[in-house]
C-alpha cells in the first residue's frame, strides 16, 4: 500500500540511519508535512482559478464583440492548466520509499523542474496573451468596420504620408513586434516575480528547513 505522505514523516527521520534526535525528528517532520501540504492546496487551488477565470473571460469577451481574443486566451492559459496539472500527477510518483528527507529533497528538485519548465512556457505565454489582446481589438465589429481599420484610416487622416504594410502603418508593426520580443525576453523573469508573489514564502521555509536538516545531519 503506498504511504502517505504522514506515514513517511513519522517512519522517515527515524530510519536507521536517523538524522537527528525523535524529538527533533518530529518538530522537522511536522514542518515538512505542512510545507508540502500547503504548496500542494494552494497549487490545486491557482489551476482551478485559472480555469474559473479565463471561462469569466471568455463569456465577457464574447458579450463584448471580441471572441477571439477571449478564444485564444482561454486555450492558452488552460494549456499552460493541463501542463501543470500533469506536472502535480508526476509529484506523486515521486519515490517515498527512503526516507522524509529523501522525499523532501525529491520535493524540492521537482519545484524547480515545475519552474524552469514554466518559466519556457511563459516566454511564449506572454507574447500570446498581447497577441490576443491585439487580434481581439483589431477584429472588433466599430459600427460595419472592424476597429483596427477604423484606427488605420483616423491615423492616415492625421498623417497621410505615413508607409503602410498591408494596410498596417509600419511603425505600428515595427512597435509590435517590439512588445513581441521583450515579452518573450523577459517572460521567464516575469514568471519569476509572479511566481515569488504567490509562493515565495513557501520556497524560502522550504530552503530553510533542508538547510537546517543538513547542518543537523553534519
Known amino acids: 500500500m503506498e504511504k502517505s505522505i504522514e506515514t513517511i514523516w513519522k517512519e522517515g527521520f527515524l ?7 525523535p524529538k527533533i525528528n518530529d518538530l522537522y517532520s511536522q ?5 508540502i501540504d500547503k504548496f500542494n492546496r494552494m497549487f490545486k ?16 469577451s464574447i458579450f463584448i464583440g471580441i ?12 494549456i499552460l492548466v493541463i501542463i501543470n496539472y500533469r506536472l502535480l500527477k508526476s509529484l506523486e510518483k515521486i519515490d517515498k520509499g527512503e526516507s522524509s ?13 515545475q519552474v524552469h519548465i514554466n518559466e519556457q512556457i511563459a516566454r511564449v505565454l506572454y507574447p500570446v496573451i498581447f497577441l490576443s489582446f491585439i487580434i481581439g481589438f483589431w477584429f472588433k465589429d466599430a459600427e460595419g468596420i472592424h476597429l483596427g481599420e477604423r484606427l488605420v484610416n483616423e491615423i492616415l487622416i492625421a498623417f497621410p504620408d505615413m508607409y503602410l504594410v498591408l494596410g ?9 513586434f517590439l512588445i513581441l520580443g521583450v515579452l518573450a525576453f ?11 508573489l504567490v509562493y515565495g514564502r513557501i ?3 522550504l530552503e530553510e528547513l533542508l538547510a537546517d536538516i543538513e547542518s543537523l545531519k553534519d
Do not use: C, E
Request: glycine share 4%; proline share 3%.
Open 168 to 176: 498596417i502603418p509600419l511603425i505600428a508593426i515595427v512597435v509590435f
Open 203 to 205: 520556497f524560502k521555509k
Open 15 to 21: 530510519a536507521k540511519d536517523a538524522l537527528i534526535a
Open 67 to 78: 471572441p477571439i481574443m477571449g478564444i485564444i486566451f482561454f486555450a492558452a492559459l488552460n
Open 186 to 196: 523577459f517572460g521567464g523573469r516575469i514568471y519569476r516575480w509572479d511566481l515569488n
Open 45 to 60: 487551488i491557482n489551476l482551478i482559478a485559472i480555469v474559473a477565470f479565463t471561462l469569466i473571460f471568455l463569456i465577457v
Open 101 to 113: 528527507y529523501s522525499y523532501l529533497k525529491s520535493f524540492n528538485q521537482w519545484i524547480k523542474m
Open 31 to 35: 514542518k515538512s508535512i505542512h510545507i
